[in-house]
């Protein structure tokens, strides 16, 4: 693994279904990122977590949880999906005490809900 | 709510031209103002950031400009070559120890060879 990776790729889900979008990094940063991006929009933080054990919410995340149990690992899930929830979602990382804006983003899981 | 937003949704640039990307901010308190390239079907990728208390970066072949005036953020890019071709997003920093950044909506650049 070098960098990010996200799990599935895509996925087709009927509505009302559960579904947990994985998320891997092996840069140990401290930081992690759960992003949505919608047509015509911009990004949208969902969730973040500042270290291993620690979350928080962003602008958009009602209709998702999220969990850190090991620095690696910040999958985010959808209890219940619903057709609003399509949308490309993205994580991303940070280096730990690092300033500034730069933040390593994964290739994103392009999800459908029907 | 506050919030980035962008003066031009498309670019269209000759190849070997620059490129200037405007970014309009309203959050004073941001630390950092940053931007990201999107390929399609890819994640974004940072290109450069700049701190809140200067004016002015320089990278490789691309400069970021602030304007805390107007508030106002730029990107140039010197000697637009066709793999610049992308949505270019500009974002601001903010949340005291999260670097959680908020997004606008993105120029989409052509790059015309």
């Known amino acids: 693994i070098a960098g990010i990776t996200q799990a599935p790729t895509s996925q087709i889900l009927a509505a009302g279904r559960r579904m947990t979008l994985r998320c891997t990094q092996d840069m140990r940063h401290n930081a992690m990122y759960w992003y949505r991006q919608d047509l015509g929009l911009g990004l949208r933080l969902i969730h973040y977590?500042?270290?291993?054990?620690?979350?928080g919410k962003g602008e958009v995340p009602d209709g998702y949880s999220v969990s850190r149990a090991n620095t690696d690992d910040f999958p985010l899930t959808l209890a219940s999906a619903v057709p609003s929830q399509t949308s490309v979602y993205f994580c991303?990382?940070?280096?730990?005490?690092?300033?500034?804006?730069?933040?390593?983003f994964g290739p994103g899981t392009r999800l459908t809900v029907l | 709510g506050e919030s980035v937003g962008l003066h031009l949704p498309t670019l269209s640039v000759q190849e070997g031209d620059n490129s200037i990307i405007n970014c309009a901010y309203s959050n004073s308190a941001s630390d950092y103002f940053i931007w990201y390239k999107q390929e399609s079907g890819k994640g974004p990728q940072f290109i450069i950031d700049i701190r809140s208390n200067m004016d002015k970066r320089q990278g490789q072949r691309v400069t970021v400009l602030l304007n805390k005036t107007v508030k106002h953020l730029s990107l140039q890019i010197a000697a637009t070559q066709p793999g610049d071709s992308a949505v270019y997003f500009c974002a601001e920093s903010s949340g005291a120890g999260s670097y959680q950044l908020t997004f606008g909506k993105g120029t989409k650049l052509s790059v015309i060879p």
């Open positions: 977590s500042n270290t291993a054990g620690t979350t």
């Open positions: 991303a990382s940070k280096r730990q005490g690092a300033g500034g804006g730069e933040q390593f």
